[in-house]
């Protein structure tokens, strides 16, 4: 009997899309897998229409599973309960995720049940009946050099994974990315990085975790931090004199 290719449901919330610095570690992750099999779909959030989620539990008292509020998560959240892989991608927004992506997450509660249980001392939601256990994965970029920045993002995940269980399936983190186009279309020595990140989505799908060194050399350091700051408020500065001149 053929195995089923696995199901992969990204989301871009980066309000660039495909031309921000998120989706230069996003598209060769999504190509990975699809390379290795995996039948792969990526939405851009700013292309849909998700509303806030209203905190009226309709979804799970009153319609258990079907949200009340007739959006693009009507027909989102069956694709979610199918899923093997969940892909959230976004930039680090105040040290968080994109409005946009708060959205969907917030949204994701008919995913769960209302009843709770307590596993090792702390209370969490039991999973829905019939969804299926999946993988969520986090992908970013931030513009400032630290991965320290990326702490309160990936704690954030890492606790959604828990509640209701799912499986934690890494993080692909880009410190100071700005700078990354900038290199690759230079023919700077960058290369690696997004052929880890392709190789991240083949490992996924193959073996079911992506290993440490590939995340590591994802996360690589471009640039000193000194001259990466001082570029950074150079490009500031000259954006900032082209517009003062034009106004």
């Not at 999504?30 to 959030?45: D, H, I, S, W």
């Not at 596993?119 to 999946?134: E, L, M, N, Q, T």
Request: glycine content about 8%; some cysteine; overall charge positive.
């Amino acid at each position: 009997m053929k195995k089923p290719r696995p199901k992969v449901l990204a989301f871009n919330s980066s309000p660039h899309k495909g031309k921000g610095n998120t989706a230069l570690i996003l598209d060769p992750f999504l190509e990975g897998m699809r390379e290795a099999g995996a039948e792969v779909e990526l939405f851009y959030n700013d292309e849909l229409k998700v509303k806030p989620c209203r905190g009226c539990f309709n979804c799970w008292i009153k319609t258990p599973g079907d949200c009340s509020q007739k959006d693009d998560m009507t027909w989102l959240l069956p694709r979610m309960r199918e899923a093997d892989v969940v892909v959230c991608a976004t930039p680090v927004y105040s040290y968080g995720m994109t409005g946009q992506m708060k959205n969907l997450v917030d949204r994701m509660i008919p995913i769960a049940d209302p009843f709770m249980e307590v596993v090792g001392g702390r209370s969490r939601h039991i999973s829905g009946a019939g969804d299926k256990h999946h993988k969520i994965v986090l992908v970013s970029s931030c513009g400032l050099w630290n991965m320290d920045n990326f702490d309160p993002l990936v704690a954030h995940v890492k606790k959604m994974c828990q509640d209701p269980p799912v499986e934690y399936g890494g993080a692909l983190l880009r410190p100071h990315g700005m700078v990354l186009r900038t290199m690759l279309d230079m023919g700077a020595p960058v290369n690696d990085i997004i052929e880890a990140a392709n190789d991240a989505g083949r490992q996924l799908i193959e073996t079911g975790r992506i290993s440490q060194v590939t995340q590591d050399v994802i996360s690589r350091e471009l640039l000193p931090i000194e001259l990466y700051v001082r570029m950074a408020n150079e490009q500031f500065r000259h954006v900032m004199a082209k517009r003062k001149v034009k106004n």
